[in-house]
């Protein structure tokens, strides 16, 4: 079974606990109540090294500091109701207009204000034939952060003895409401080693991207990825051709497959020989290379969080998707359940 221990109490005095699942090849993955945060996730390197990969904290006070809630880069937490943005924070549905928090410049990011990376969500640890698990759940109210309809949300994470993190998101609501869940999760296959993700080699079988406006709505543009440096279809360094990209990569990628689990990306890091395969079931994939990190956050170790030091694969549907039709929509409706499954898993290249 999965163990569990006291991550320390939330600024309102509640206790946040830490889950940590083990599978057969000694993999863990340490997962808070808090968020449905992943705080580590420790995986061997080509020499048999075990190191952790994920950007985090000791303590669920790490986020919540005054220096974290500035940035709010979201480590490793499930994101919802909507991950990414929605413009102007409105979007209309059934012939009703909804206003939400805009808590990025114009436009709404991520849930909100207090979204469900703020949550303490009920945890239960079990095992199955699967591997060790964890079922985080949470009611959110009708109203909540502007989105209509009571959302019971559950998402299980399962830890497979391939070294796979199995995702799987279910949610159903009593009014018809708009839903894009993820996980923020920030990736650095040699964390401790390397302060930076920019040698990372990522592949993206995606051969168009959403193009984005100055305040990174989509423009309802699919853009072909060919000659330029969002293309991913053959393995790049991120490094390589991020100059040419103004901020950085923080883009969907359009998914060339899009019906049943599918591949969302493929990294491999040279120095440490660990790779990540990204599968999904989702039609998009955000890619970002933790541009607005500026080393103000100092995480496990000491290590500190500069420009670049992970970055994230956020499988999703389209930024802003409400307010484009065009887009796979996101509604779902009552009598509906949605339900989605992404799984991170790991391995080296000797």
Request: charged share 15%.
């Amino acid at each position: 079974m999965p163990t569990s221990a006291s991550f320390g109490k939330t600024t309102d005095g509640t206790e946040a606990r830490l889950f940590t699942l083990t599978n057969a090849h000694g993999m863990t993955v340490t997962i808070s109540s808090y968020g449905g945060t992943i705080t580590r996730i420790q995986v061997p390197d080509k020499n048999g090294k075990t190191g952790d990969v994920v950007l985090g904290f000791d303590e669920v006070g790490g986020y919540q500091s005054p220096a974290f809630v500035k940035s709010n880069p979201y480590f490793g937490a499930l994101i919802g109701r909507y991950g990414n943005r929605i413009k102007g924070g409105k979007f209309t549905l059934g012939g009703k207009t909804y206003s939400l928090a805009t808590n990025n410049g114009p436009n709404s990011l991520h849930g909100g204000k207090s979204g469900f990376n703020q949550k303490i969500w009920t945890a239960t640890p079990a095992r199955s034939t699967d591997g060790q698990s964890l079922t985080l759940k949470y009611l959110s109210k009708d109203g909540e952060e502007g989105y209509p309809g009571a959302l019971d949300v559950t998402v299980v994470y399962t830890l497979t003895d391939d070294n796979g993190l199995r995702l799987d998101y279910t949610a159903t609501t009593d009014k018809a409401t708009v839903l894009n869940l993820t996980n923020h999760a920030y990736f650095n296959l040699s964390l401790g080693q390397s302060k930076d993700v920019l040698a990372h080699e990522v592949t993206l079988p995606a051969d168009r991207y959403t193009v984005v406006d100055a305040t990174l709505i989509p423009t309802g543009e699919l853009r072909p990825v060919k000659g330029t440096p969002f293309d991913f279809t053959a393995p790049h360094a991120i490094g390589e051709r991020i100059a040419q990209v103004p901020g950085g990569y923080d883009h969907n990628w359009v998914l060339n497959k899009t019906t049943g689990q599918h591949s969302a990306a493929t990294v491999y890091d040279p120095a440490s020989g660990r790779t990540l395969e990204v599968s999904t079931d989702q039609p998009g994939v955000q890619f970002y290379t933790g541009n607005f990190l500026d080393g103000t956050l100092t995480g496990h170790n000491g290590t500190v969080y500069g420009k670049h030091a992970g970055f994230c694969l956020e499988t999703q549907h389209f930024p802003d998707s409400p307010n484009q039709p065009k887009f796979p929509t996101t509604e779902l409706k009552p009598g509906e359940t949605y339900h989605t499954t992404t799984t991170y898993t790991f391995g080296v290249r000797k």
